[in-house]
């Protein structure tokens, strides 16, 4: 069974950091793409960067581009995603998910989320 876990989350101020982890479980990572995802209080949820198996990734909302990154270690079986310069509409529970090779594919498997909070 495929199981996705994320860690890292809590609170900041802004323009702080925070790194996020999806650790894997059940399977080796380096067959899937690996999606992370963010859902805010009373909104959808939002489809923000992906990395594929070979490690290239790509960035699905304007929001966050030039201060998230993605990046893999396949070795730990884990994607990292690295949050520089929070603002508080970064707030939102954070999900990390996994398809198999491509990111145009179905994310079937699913962490729990981690909390992110960004407030003085």
């Known amino acids: 069974q495929l199981q996705l876990a994320e860690s890292g989350g809590g609170s900041v101020q802004p323009g702080g950091s925070l790194s996020l982890s999806c650790a894997a479980s059940g399977f080796a990572l380096d067959r899937y793409a690996i999606g992370w995802f963010r859902q805010a209080p009373g909104k959808e949820r939002e489809w923000i960067l992906c990395?594929?198996?070979?490690?290239?990734?790509?960035t699905y909302a304007d929001s966050v581009k030039g201060r998230f990154t993605i990046s893999r270690d396949n070795a730990k079986n884990t994607v990292y995603l690295q949050m520089n310069s929070l603002k508080p509409e970064d707030t939102a529970v954070y999900y990390c998910?996994?398809?198999?090779?491509?990111?145009?594919?179905?994310?079937?498997?699913w962490g729990q989320g981690t909390q992110v909070t960004v407030s003085l």
């Open positions: 998910a996994a398809a198999l090779n491509f990111c145009t594919g179905d994310f079937d498997s």
């Open positions: 990395i594929r198996p070979s490690g290239r990734a790509s």
